[in-house]
């Protein structure tokens, strides 16, 4: 009965999680007011270029133009949405070797630090090794970046930055679109 009460409790702040990063990172907004309103984009959606920020701190990380779907047969799910620069976003779940599930954004770069050596071992994506990465700001553990297993498990973050065989997997309740959070607040000398 207990293990049944626990199961049901963590699906529900599963269920509630993944609700709560669909709201806040992927709907635009719904009003927008001064200038956010003047700076939002003509289909209502956000830009190609819109830059997506780190949600504990604001720091820029990447652009919408730097997501880049990289696919695991190992995802228990994936789905698509399609509010970043209009365009489809594939958001794959995964689960840690702990229970823990992760709904993640693969990104072909973004500005994190990462935390070397990679581990091969438990890794998502068959055939690379992860290490953990991080907002360079505030610390905060934003995913994963990818590398080939057969690359040394130490490598420059400029090695990492310009092979096409790298990518990031961003965990999607870590992230929030810059014109989500520019529509969150209006400024004292636009309210009348």
């Not at 289909?43 to 779907?69: Q, V």
Request: charged share 20%.
């Amino acid at each position: 009965m207990r293990g049944t009460r626990r199961l049901l409790a963590r699906q529900l702040q599963g269920y509630i999680t993944r609700f709560a990063a669909f709201v806040l990172l992927f709907l635009p907004a719904a009003r927008r007011s001064g200038a956010a309103c003047a700076a939002a984009p003509q289909d209502g959606g956000s830009s190609p270029a819109s830059l997506i920020l780190c949600r504990a701190c604001g720091h820029e990380l990447a652009a919408g133009a730097d997501i880049r779907f990289v696919p695991s047969r190992l995802a228990l799910s994936s789905r698509n949405d399609t509010s970043i620069g209009g365009r489809r976003v594939h958001i794959q779940l995964f689960e840690n070797p702990g229970g823990h599930q992760f709904e993640v954004i693969t990104f072909k770069r973004a500005d994190v630090t990462h935390h070397w050596p990679a581990e091969p071992h438990f890794s998502w994506f068959p055939g690379f090794s992860w290490t953990v990465a991080t907002c360079p700001r505030c610390h905060t553990h934003l995913g994963w970046a990818f590398q080939p297993s057969k690359w040394p498990d130490t490598i420059t973050k400029t090695k990492f930055e310009e092979s096409d065989d790298t990518f990031l997997a961003l965990i999607t309740h870590r992230l929030l679109r810059e014109d989500f959070a520019s529509s969150l607040m209006t400024p004292k000398s636009f309210k009348s």
